[in-house]
């Protein structure tokens, strides 16, 4: 009969094949525990943000000599917070259960370090991990879900950079999910290994390659997207009906359907097929320049320049609903941002197709101003690509950006992307969100413009843009799927370099307007 194997070889065994960090852990209750924090700097403050941030009932009793007015702020809010201003002593360390070290001087830290060896108190000693007994991980927050980083005390800076990187990557709905999932498992009348079962597999998709969380909740995921199919429908038969019936009489409806194809130039039909395809290829994995390059390519293919704006005003409500239904199926959304953005932009949208309408010929004047500011945003965008310092900005006023931008892309013609997707970028907002944001409500924006102009000039030119229509069809989905794949940085300069040519571009054929040259 064989000895049998004791835990200590069990464990030597193991630690041959295991990995570096041996770290265990643990998510404590921290608001039913004591803390002493001793440090009342920059150090200091970090570590009582991230406990405040974390646990913001949690008793924390911090000593330092000298205290920062940040520190004291945080005080004066949170009432279970208590500061000494005076030198740490021996007999702060009694009535804790956990112990901060945040001081700059290493005999202190190991001071403090020996006084908590010597009461069994588990310590953390900032910047100094042999010191320590725990590390203070980045923590990513998305409701009642948290993840913690540790990179073993090697890189706290690529913890944090790791910490952005999933902040974005996980979906604000994921809170959705998991009160559902809760709801779900409550609801379960079945045993224990069956109730295992089917939450395993509700939850596979969570590792399906072409599934987002949004599959576990479903309402949320579906209801954008029939919105915007159904106002696509909406619209298409609108001008469909329209234009139909103003090039054939009722009486010869069955008649005229046939000699539709007579007024479909096969030529000019894929030229514009092309042009859409294009267009929207980069307006959907960048979220701007529909206008620019559409408008370009059309005027090389010699359209008449009159009449360039409508048609390309007409075709982007498809290609921006298909841009934006994708987007939003393939998990580009961030919902709060485009509840942000959408309302004020339709209202900007309506107002700016309105003034165009009666004042259309002082559109030229406001492009100067606006080429100028997004001309300085590439630049921004591009330093931001090559910058080491990747801390995001708030985003102030996202409703008034939103307003500016529907109403400068219906009154001038174009802009929608170029400044709200720029803006927001330059904040060092991740570029997959944004654009994905910004497209969706891109649709709503150049529907609104679209039924406005509707409403004053009585019909759209549906045969003059089917190519383009077509074109912006059929890239929309591959564009968006893209957008997910392109590094970072590789977006960043692809935004950056399209909003200075955008701009150049914008900021000449005003300014040649302006002053009738050529």
Known sequence: ?????????????????????????????????RLLIIGGGHVGLEKLNAVIHNAPLTSVKLVATQISDEIKTLAAIHPTIELFERPYQSS??????????????KDVSEYIRDDAKEKGILINVADTPQLCDFYLSSIVKKGNLKIAISTNGKSPTIAKRLKEEFTDMIPDEMENVLENMQTIRQNLNVDFSEKVKQLNELTKVLVAKQITLKELNKPGQK???????????????????????????????????????????????????FTGFMAQMVDGSLGMGYGTISTTFLLAIGVNPAIVSSRVHSARVFSSGVSGYTHHRFGNINKKLFKTLVIPGVIGAIIGASLAYFGQQYSTWVRIPLSIYTLYLGYYILRKA????????????????????????????????????????????????????????????????????????KSIPLIDVAGLIAGG?????????????????????AIGSLVILTSLNTFWKALAQVLHIG
């Open 1 to 33: 009969m064989s000895e049998p194997i004791s835990n200590e070889i069990v464990l030597k065994e193991e630690n041959k094949f295991s990995p570096e960090n041996n770290l265990f852990p643990v998510f404590l209750k921290l608001e039913n525990l």
């Open 92 to 105: 702060d360390i009694d009535d804790a259960d956990i112990v901060i070290a945040a001081v700059n001087k």
């Open 223 to 273: 209801k954008w997207q029939r919105i915007v199919k159904w106002c696509l429908f909406a619209f298409f038969f609108m001008i469909l009906g329209h234009t139909v019936l103003s090039l054939i009489p009722l009486h010869k409806l069955v008649e005229g359907i046939r000699t539709i194809p007579e007024y479909i130039d096969t030529k000019t039909f894929l030229m514009m097929l």
């Open 386 to 457: 090559f910058n080491k310092n990747k801390n995001k900005e708030k985003v102030k006023s996202a409703g008034w950006l939103a307003t500016t931008g529907g109403f400068l892309d219906a009154f001038a013609g174009g802009g929608w992307g170029t400044l709200v997707t720029s803006t927001l970028v330059s904040k060092r907002r991740h570029p997959r969100y944004v654009i994905g944001s910004v497209c969706l409500a891109e649709f709503f924006v150049v529907l609104a413009s679209s039924i406005t102009f509707f409403i004053f000039l």
């Open 473 to 493: 069809l059929i890239a929309a989905p591959i564009a968006a799927r893209l957008v997910g794949k392109l590094p970072l940085k590789t977006m960043f300069i």
